[in-house]
């Protein structure tokens, strides 16, 4: 009985040193897989012309005497004289742009610097008003508008004021170029 319960011991012993061993003694493996993908998205397309002319960067687009419509019926076709009106059309077409976009237009006129010859006395456009700051006009095509193939106008009305002063011209003398305003456009995408 002896030799039984010795047994009996020595076999339990075993079992529970078994089921100590297997409890402490876990193998935790990790499973790896290697997937490879590949996302490949379109870039949205960033098109846009300022009075038909494609903008790609930092090009210079001059307005001149013959890009100004003037109100005046004192003055040959073609020319301009002091105290006249006129207006300056600037249209914005989205062409392929598939993003909306915020664009700003800062205009130097005399009243910013006296060397130019016209002052703005107001500007309009078709789509959402402008937000004016200073010289600064801000507006917005939206992607509907994009989408529905709208340009914006914008309309810049200015005035040669000559403030009453005369001007000696010396006939002998080359004439130099006027420079009537300046106005600088720039285009960012709506964030």
């Known amino acids: 009985m002896i030799k039984k319960r010795k047994r009996l011991i020595i076999i339990l012993l075993v079992i529970i040193a078994c089921f100590i061993y297997l409890h402490t003694n876990s193998t935790y493996t990790s499973y790896e897989s290697e997937v490879e993908g590949r996302v490949e998205s379109e870039v949205a397309d960033w098109k846009i012309k300022v009075n038909n002319t494609l903008i790609t960067g930092e090009n210079n687009q001059e307005i001149d005497i013959d890009?100004?419509?003037?109100?005046?019926?004192?003055?040959?076709?073609g020319t301009a004289s002091p105290g006249t009106k006129g207006t300056i059309t600037i249209t914005l077409d989205p062409t392929t742009t598939e993003v909306p976009f915020d664009y700003t237009l800062t205009i130097i006129d005399h009243t910013i610097n006296p060397d130019k010859i016209l002052t703005v006395i107001g500007v309009e456009n078709t789509l959402t008003p402008l937000v004016k700051e200073n010289n600064t006009y801000q507006g917005t095509m939206t992607l509907d508008d994009i989408k529905s193939g709208k340009t914006d106008t914008i309309t810049i009305h200015a005035f040669w004021d000559d403030g009453g002063e005369d001007i000696e011209v010396n006939p002998d003398e080359e004439t130099q170029s006027v420079d009537m305003i300046e106005i600088d456009f720039k285009a960012s995408q709506k964030k």
Do not use: A, L, S, Y
């Open 67 to 77: 890009t100004i419509n003037w109100e005046t019926d004192h003055t040959m076709e």
